[in-house]
T-cell receptor, first 111, second 115 residues
Framework: SQTIHQWPATLVQPVGSPLSLECTVE??????LYWYRQAAGRGLQLLFY??????ISSEVPQNLSASRPQDRQFILSSKKLLLSDSGFYLC??????????FGNGTRLTVT | AQSVTQLGSHVSVSEGALVLLRCNYS??????LFWYVQYPNQGLQLLLK??????LVKGINGFEAEFKKSETSFHLTKPSAHMSDAAEYFC?????????????FGQGTTLQVKP
């Protein structure tokens, strides 16, 4: 069966520090991969998605970037965090026209 | 472009009462629709989905939803609320404008269940 792993579960980082969140999927090949951010009271905002290795699409301009170095690995990064980057980050995988399957999320607090 | 509107950011029901969470969508193509549930500090769990076929869809935990094309709605219901149903619920539509698999989510509805 397919599983998705996302870490860390919580993270507290100072403003200006770098960020790296990692997500891996097991039990499937060539999945679509997604990073969503959930801010309080604002639903889920799609940040990045990837339909293949090295293929990254950004949905909104921001201080973050994403990379997909391997088929089942998706990384969310920032060189310098802002206070506004705080939120709950969710990684997900799926196939076209199918449900998405979510990781357990990372709670990021930028101080 | 597709979009989703969830009516009511907070819904409160008594234990044992009917749960009704409203979702309306906008889509230029036949939609694929989903309901997800999220418990505090956890990811989203799929409750049910509609793609094609029967318009009344049954999901996990006793939830069901009915796709009504004429009303562009996909409301989520459960006949009798349980305390464990307290959570946040998201309606989503699949972006079928390309082979990206993206889901577009509503703003979410927080369900409170009172004893």
């Amino acid at each position: 069966s397919q599983t998705i792993h996302q870490w860390p579960a919580t993270l507290v980082q100072p403003v200006g520090s770098p960020l790296s969140l990692e997500c891996t999927v097991e039990g499937t090949s060539n999945p679509n991969l997604y990073w969503y951010r959930q801010a309080a009271g604002r639903g889920l905002q799609l940040l990045f998605y990837s339909v293949g290795i090295g293929q990254i699409s950004s949905e909104v301009p921001q201080n973050l970037s994403a990379s997909r170095p391997q088929d089942r690995q998706f990384i969310l990064s920032s060189k310098k965090l802002l206070l506004s980057d705080s939120g709950f980050y969710l990684c997900a995988w799926g196939q076209t026209n199918s449900p998405l399957h979510f990781g357990n999320g990372t709670r990021l607090t930028v101080t | 472009a597709q979009s989703v509107t969830q009516l009511g950011s907070h819904v409160s029901v008594s234990e044992g009462a009917l749960v009704l969470l409203r979702c309306n969508y906008s889509s230029s193509v036949p939609p694929y629709l989903f309901w997800y549930v999220q418990y505090p500090n956890q990811g989203l769990q799929l409750l049910l989905k509609y793609t094609t076929g029967a318009t009344l869809v049954k999901g996990i935990n006793g939830f069901e939803a009915e796709f009504k094309k004429s009303e562009t709605s996909f409301h989520l219901t459960k006949p009798s609320a349980h305390m464990s149903d307290a959570a946040e619920y998201f309606c989503a539509v699949s972006d079928r404008s390309g082979n990206t698999g993206k889901l577009i989510f509503g703003q979410g509805t927080t369900l409170q269940v009172k004893p």
